[in-house]
């Protein structure tokens, strides 16, 4: 198993500013991820984050909106830039083996204003 | 690309009954399934998931079906408690992907 921290938790920002959001796990996992989470909705995902390579991004998200870090095997970095209130969402990080159960951190919950 | 649907927006069951949630995949190619549970301010957590090479698992009080004849997947919780109550999700993945694309989720209310 794995322990997901992320921060913040939750945030409030302007319209036009960039927000980092941290997701750091306690054990080296091969594949992490970033999804967004509408208010009841489903998970949608953004983007794949790879070690030590560019983020592999789904249809509909770039990387100069959403730019993504991985340095090693446990940590990752998810920018949402030059936001808007329709980036208002949950981020979630999720970490997990290839084809396996993936373990989530609790989100971070962004209202932009 | 794969798509994933379930059948039922929200579901209300009376403590102690089963629940049966339902979900619909489109990629004849995935060869993973997950249910996670998601509770009010936390992120999904597992519950139990099946490989295309099976058509039923069994867990504590779970139980997922696959039919991958129509591309349907089951979640089965037996003797529903109040603690159930939560979004379920199902989740479809491909070995060969990596990826996991979660489905629309079903809202689980248990009447005590």
């Known amino acids: 198993s794995a322990v997901i921290s992320q921060k913040p938790s939750r945030d409030i920002c302007q319209r036009g500013t960039s927000l980092t959001i941290q997701c750091q796990v306690d054990s080296q996992v091969t594949m992490m991820f970033w999804y967004r989470q509408q208010p009841g909705q489903s998970l949608t995902l953004i983007a794949t984050a790879n070690q030590g390579s560019e983020a592999t991004y789904e249809s509909g998200f770039v990387i100069d909106k959403f730019p993504i870090s991985r340095p090693n095997l446990t940590f990752s970095t998810l920018t949402v830039s030059n936001m808007s209130p329709e980036d208002s969402s949950i981020y979630l990080c999720s970490a997990g083996p290839v084809s396996g159960e993936l373990f989530f951190g609790e989100g971070s919950r962004l209202t932009v204003l | ?112």
Request: aromatic content about 10%.
């Open chain 2, 1 to 112: 690309g794969e798509s994933v649907g379930l059948h039922l927006p929200t579901l209300s069951v009376q403590e102690g009954d089963n629940s049966i949630i339902n979900c619909a995949y489109s990629n004849s190619a995935s060869d993973y399934f997950i249910w996670y549970k998601q509770e009010s301010g936390k992120g999904p957590q597992f519950i139990i998931d099946i490989r295309s090479n099976m058509d039923k698992r069994q867990g504590q009080r779970v139980t997922v079906l696959l039919n991958k004849t129509v591309k349907h997947l089951s979640l089965q919780i037996a003797a529903t408690q109040p603690g159930d109550s939560a979004v379920y999700f199902c989740a479809v993945g491909n070995t060969g992907g990596f990826k996991t694309i979660f489905g629309a989720g079903t809202r689980l209310f248990v009447k005590a």
